[in-house]
């Protein structure tokens, strides 16, 4: 086992920090609270971070996953919000390791240089939350190809996108198994459309969520990704990426918070004193930090199997939970530290609290991640 930090991994967090370094906090709070940050993206595309899962041939950085989330973890870690643009990393699975060699031809390179933008997942239903068996979207088969009816929700960067994943149920599900019968294409949104329709969904974060209602989309036989009906088996590269990632992001945001409020604590003065001094404020910001450190162990534990291409479902769903129980622990006690200037939005603080809160929720709420950890690692019944 070695811990050593590679010379490249040190030499890409600099990178991405003198990008960052160029949208400091008044960009990031000049978004808000629509606003999607075009200014930002084109920098991380030109400079080939958003092509880091793209293998070389096609024009991408040929990175792997663990790179990839250095960077989703530099840019939080520098103040930004990287979820506006993770999608183009954790959609890189499914499409790498299921699609075919024309579609890879057809869309990586374009994706690499910018042309088109891959940052939109069509999953989640209103009835289907992180039930995916259950979704309702059908995808029906016609003489070119696939007509598609539905609906999804919280589809967030579909407005900002021009290609989008889409898991539709192509037959019904199997007595064996709910997941038999679902498929996975790739749909090029670009054109305007009746049979699309897009809505944003306000939140209470600068998401750039999205409604997406298809009304019988009509999508070539070319758009289907893998094999029909196995659609569920190519979404489980992508989930355990984007928890890899998601994880990553936490990571960022938790050694902002940390660190933000160290320096804080360490330059306000109280009663003569610096609050720093006092046990109250200093040891919430300790434990975080220690909770932070130790969540990036299971991080790159989770990556390092990714890559290998070994199974790592229990590791990436650990890795999503401890991060994001991590950053949500640092975000309190930064909040704590700055005490009512924390609310005050030049700080930054508030901005980043109300950001790393959703990653309790989303893309899986941690219960979730409890009850698959206790039915299928450690063997208990199922508790839902």
């Avoid at 699609?99 to 239903?125: C, W």
């Avoid at 049979?195 to 969904?201: A, E, H």
């Avoid at 909040?335 to 005050?344: H, I």
């Avoid at 939005?345 to 980043?352: L, S």
Wanted: hydrophobic share 40%; aromatic share 8%; with cysteine.
């Amino acid at each position: 086992m070695d811990f050593a930090v590679s010379e490249d991994i040190d030499h890409l967090r600099r990178e991405i920090r003198e990008v960052c370094a160029r949208f400091p906090g008044e960009y990031w709070r000049g978004l808000e609270p629509d606003t999607y940050p075009d200014e930002f993206v084109r920098a991380l595309t030109a400079g080939g971070w958003l092509a880091a899962l793209i293998p070389d041939e096609y024009g991408g950085a040929g990175l792997d996953l663990t790179r990839a989330g250095v960077i989703l973890e530099e840019i939080n870690r520098s103040g930004g919000n990287a979820a506006v643009c993770h999608a183009q990393m954790y959609t890189m699975a499914a499409l790498l390791r299921h699609g075919s060699d024309a579609q890879k031809a057809s869309y990586l390179p374009r994706i690499a240089s910018g042309e088109l933008r891959l940052q939109a997942f069509g999953v989640t239903e209103p009835d289907a939350g992180s039930d995916t068996p259950r979704i309702e979207t059908r995808a029906e088969r016609a003489p070119d190809g696939y007509v598609l009816h539905g609906q999804k929700v919280f589809t967030s960067r579909a407005l900002h996108s021009d290609l989008m994943l889409v898991l539709a149920r192509t037959a019904p599900a199997s007595a064996a198994t709910r997941t038999e019968g679902l498929s996975l294409f790739v749909v090029d949104i670009r054109a305007p459309s009746d049979r699309l329709t897009i809505r944003p969904l306000p939140t209470m974060i600068n998401h750039h969520t999205t409604e997406v209602f298809f009304d019988g989309l009509e999508v070539p036989h070319e758009a289907l990704v893998g094999e029909e009906g196995q659609g569920f088996r190519c979404l489980l590269d992508s989930l355990n990426a984007e928890r890899i990632l998601i994880a990553a992001e936490c990571i960022g945001d938790g050694r902002w918070f940390v660190e933000r409020g160290a320096d804080y604590a360490g330059r306000r003065e109280v009663f003569g004193r610096p609050i720093g001094a006092n046990q109250g404020v200093q040891f919430p910001l300790a434990r975080a930090h220690a909770s932070v450190e130790a969540a990036d162990l299971m991080r790159f534990r989770a990556a390092w199997l990714f890559d290998r291409g070994r199974p790592c479902g229990p590791e990436a769903n650990m890795a999503k939970l401890l991060a994001s129980e991590a950053s949500w622990e640092a975000a309190n006690a930064c909040l704590d530290t700055y005490g009512g200037y924390g609310f005050v939005r030049e700080y930054d603080v508030e901005r980043k609290f109300r950001e790393t809160r959703l990653y309790r929720v989303a893309p899986v709420a941690n219960n979730l991640i409890l009850a698959y950890l206790g039915r299928h690692v450690l063997g208990m019944p199922r508790s839902f």
